[in-house]
Each structure stands twice: as C-alpha cells, then as structure tokens.
C-alpha cells in the first residue's frame, strides 16, 4: 500500500472501493522506484484563479483533492503587519529574490515572498506566489469583456450568453467585487479618479466605475483610523495588511478547505509531470523552507491532474514534459499563443494641479474608446505611492498581435520565453491606438487641464531603469500573461489537454493570448468554473 504520512486526513483513493485490483497490481513495480510516492484522487497544481475554482468544485463534488502550491500562507494578522510595503519593504516582497522586484529595487533579505519577476527573452513577467495565487498581488480588478471583445479573442463555440447569465455571475457570488462607494470616491484619496472621470467626459469617451475585489467597509476604517491605511495609500502588489482585499484564500480556497476533501500544501514547487499508463499521473515536487533550500522531494499520484501553475508555470511543466518524452503525445501548439493581454502603461504628467496619484486604489475606473480606430483599448488609473504629484499614471488594456513562444533548452534542462526580436514595434497597431487614445484626451483636456507630456510603453508599469526607444522600454514587463495551452488548440473548448485523459489546464495558460481588452482574472475564473462543471459531469461523475 502507498503511505499517506505526508497529508495527515488526505483521503487517499487507495483506501477507497473506487480502486480496482487490477490497478493497484499494476502499479506495483512502478512503486518501487518512488518509495516517497502518495496518492490522490485529484492535484491541483497552484492556487490562483484557476485553481481555487477547481478546488472549490471538486471538493463540493466530494473528490478528494490535493492543491500545491508554491508559495507560503499569508494570513492577515491581528496586528496588521501580513505583508511588507512599498515603504519598508523586506523579504516578504519577492519571491527568493535578494532584492525587490517592482519600483525601486532595494537589498532585501532572501524569502520566498509574494511577488516574483522572471526575466525572459525579450520580456519580464510578474507572478503572485503564495495561498491564492495572483489574486495575492493583483489590483482586484473584475472585469467582464463586452460581447464583441470577447469573440475577437475566444472562439464562437464558446456560449457568451452562458458566460454572462451562468459564470460571470457564478465567479463574483463568490469574490463579491464592488465599485468604489460614493462617500469613499469623495475623499482626498481619491482626487485621481475624480479627474480622471472628468478626463474622460470632457473628452467625450466613455467611462464608468469597475468592481473592485476590495471590502469597502475595511476601506472606511482605514480612512476613519481604525485600521493601518493599505489601500487608501497605494498598497496593492505587496497586499493589504488592513485586509481589505478579497484574495482568494479568504473565499475560494477558505470554502474549499471547508469541503474537508480538500487539502492545500504550501511551500511545494511541480517540477516534472508523467504519465502513469492506465492510471493517471505522476507529478514531482520539491517542498522547501522559507530560504528556499530543498527540505524533501515528493512524488504524488492522481487520476485527475489539473494545471493552474499560472501561464507561466502551467507553460512550462508541459513544454519540458513534451521535450523530455515524459507527455510525448502533447501536440505542437503546446508552449506557444503566449501573449501579454495588451498591456500599455502611460504617464501623463504636467498637470498645474494637485492629482494625489500617490493615493488611492486599486484601479477604480475605467475608460472604454472601444471605437478607437487603431484598436479597442480600455484605459485604467494606477497609483503609485512615490509618484510625484501632478501626474496620473495609466494602464491601457487592448488586443494584442504579438506572441511569444516557450522552448526548452536540453543543456540547462530549463524552459524558457521568447519574445518577438523585433520587441521594440513588437505590436505597432496596439501602441497606436494607445497613443490615438491619450491623444484624445490630451487635446481635450488641454483648456482645463493645461498641456500634458504623455509617454506610453508597451507592457504595464516597468519598475526596472530600462533604456527607453521612441517611447517603448527596451525589455517590456506584464503582470497579465496569458497563453501557453490555449483552448481551441492545446486543449478543447473545457480545458482538456488534447491527447490526454484526465489532464487539464484550467487557468491563465488556456486563454489566447488576451481575455478582450479587460484585466483577466475574473475571465479565467469563469471559464474555469465552465470547464470544472463539464470535467465533472462528464468526466470524474
């Protein structure tokens, strides 16, 4: 029999009547090689969106389930003192990283913190790590793709009725995401989305407030004295210690673990996936401490495996595992489709007046020139907590043409991404309508609000000194990477891996590329509960 030391009340399948005879001979031999080896029914591997919605349904659909992740629990304390800030960051602020990864890069101690920065070909991406993935670091942003964005990305076959009646809905009865309140957007914290609204009417664009994953009630006692101001200054990457944002530990994950069928191992890294013939599949993780130093390498067993490592994680497991033979049968649109989701940043500086852009957040309004000539584009505000003021700071979301691609390199046994050599006009047509777009504004606003320099670069907020060319750093960063196993290609329309029985990718990976000119989240979740709502049905029932 396989042990079961490591999980305490993990209810392995092993003790069940769902395991055959047949199966547990033929897995035998194969044990004896694996002498750490355990097994479950279902592995989730990561924490994010995609995987706090697997976790979630399949534990409410009594599978008993394993989720690994990363990173470490992030519990908000009593003290209020969870997470480093911008203001004193630490070790707390990177992931395994001896100094911080966004804004100005400072010394910190070695950790294995919250936000990571992989520096690829061509491009940096961000990543949350820890209980609750990218909702950890991201600015709770839950934005819906109107109809005729969504079918510029994802395919006809894809109901979006059903998305917008079933699991859109589904997904916020779950966050409970929010606009900013009418007395809390009246306040000196928010001077920056008020001229920022005004921006947009004056200009004749249309705006509106975003649902915010953030508990406004915490927000009010941050700007009453009752809790550590988080939010009301800007801290949204590193997390909120006054514990306003609705991270998916506090939901998803908090609702799954109540199921008791499912368990959640923090500090666990996925570093090789194979198959098991007849069976299911077998995954390799590393545990390690808070140094980042190897403590135990596991090998876990399961029918059902679920990818949610992010696009970035998920992408490369499967390209290595294709590469090395151990997944030989993934097809050829593995590891590529990997896209930024669009993303521009922009700086408007020169205002004669006041802005408090270092104040406020997340991003709580949104411009939509979905009639730009050169492409849709929404517009969001940022702030930034050491920005000077009289100046707004922007995130452009379109619809991307580049793509990147991810290879495995056999000498250093790693996966790596490239990105278009040409990066610098990398995606013209989506830094064009970027520019026509503050264009618009500029020239609107220039009797109200006096004449701005703008600058746009593609990527989102770039924290890195990197040499600037015609207006576009040189190495473009994105906290939204999408792309790796796309649906439609890599996977079917429900996130099964094509060639594969009980193998899926149900999380950034599996869109193409861009979610439709909105923040992403809240489209990977809800395609993750229609595809955990199909698996279950048709495939683990």
């Known amino acids: 029999m396989v ?60 599978i008993n389930t394993l989720v690994l992740e990363r990173g470490r629990r992030w519990p908000i304390t009593s003290a209020q003192n969870t997470f480093a800030t911008y203001r004193h960051p630490d070790g707390r602020a990177a992931w395994l ?115 915010i994953a953030v508990d406004w009630d915490i927000v009010r006692e941050e700007i009453n004295g009752t809790k550590v101001p988080s939010v009301i200054i800007g801290e949204d990457w590193y997390g909120m210690n006054s514990g306003a ?76 595992a294709k590469a090395t033979g151990t997944l030989a049968r993934l097809n050829n649109y593995i590891g590529q489709d990997w896209g930024t989701n669009g993303d521009t940043f922009t700086i408007r500086a020169g205002y004669p007046l006041p802005t408090n852009s270092n104040l406020g957040g997340p991003a709580t309004a949104v411009i939509q020139d979905f009639s730009n000539p050169f492409g849709p584009m929404s517009i969001e505000l940022l702030s930034i907590w050491n920005a000077p003021d009289g100046l707004l700071a922007l995130v452009g979301i379109g619809l991307p043409s580049a793509k990147g691609s991810f290879k495995y390199d056999p000498i250093q046994g790693l996966v790596r991404l490239t990105w278009p050599d040409n990066k610098i006009v990398g995606d013209p047509q989506l830094l064009k309508a970027a520019q026509f777009a503050y264009g618009v504004l500029d020239r609107k606003n220039a009797l109200a609000f006096g004449k701005t320099q703008t600058t746009t670069t593609l990527g989102s907020y770039s924290p890195r000194k990197t040499k600037i060319v015609g207006g576009v750093s040189d190495t473009f960063p994105t906290f939204h990477p999408l792309g790796g196993a796309v649906l439609g290609k890599a996977c079917d329309l429900y996130g099964r891996v094509v060639g594969y029985r009980g193998l899926y990718v149900v999380d950034g990976a599996l869109m193409p590329g861009s979610t439709g000119g909105t923040n992403p989240s809240l489209t990977i979740a809800a395609l993750a509960e229609r595809c955990l709502e199909k698996i279950i049905a048709e495939d683990i029932a």
Not at 23 to 31: A, E, K
């Open 3 to 62: 042990s079961n030391n490591f999980y305490g009340r993990r209810r392995f399948l092993q003790n069940s009547a769902i395991f055959s005879t047949a199966l547990m001979t033929s897995l035998v031999s194969d044990r004896l090689a694996h002498a750490q080896e355990e097994t479950v029914e279902a592995l989730v591997i990561g924490s994010g969106f995609g995987g706090a919605v697997a976790a979630l349904r399949l534990g409410q659909a009594g």
């Open 97 to 211: 990283s001896p100094k911080t990864v966004v804004l100005d890069e400072v010394p910190i101690d070695v950790y294995p913190g919250i936000l990571e920065r992989q520096d690829e070909k061509g491009i940096s991406v961000y990543a949350g790590a820890g209980v609750g993935g990218g909702s950890l670091v991201y600015n709770g942003v839950t934005y819906q793709p109107p109809r005729e964005l969504f079918y510029r990305v994802f395919p006809q076959e894809i109901d979006y009725d059903q998305m917008d009646k079933v699991y859109y809905p589904r997904v916020r009865s779950i966050i409970k995401p929010a606009p900013i309140p009418a007395d809390i957007l009246a306040t000196k914290y928010y001077l920056s989305t008020r001229l920022f609204l005004q921006q947009a009417a004056n200009a004749g664009l249309p705006s509106r407030l975003l649902d």
């Open 245 to 320: 944002k609705k991270s998916l530990d506090r939901n998803y994950l908090a609702l799954a673990e109540q199921t008791g069928k499912v368990d959640i191992l923090p500090l666990h890294i996925a570093t090789a996936i194979s198959e098991v013939p007849g069976y299911g599949y077998r995954v390799v993780c590393n545990q390690i401490d808070e140094s980042g130093s190897v403590v135990a390498t596991k090998t876990i067993v399961c029918k059902y495996l679920f990818l949610a490592a992010g696009s970035m994680g998920t992408s490369k497991l499967l390209v290595k």
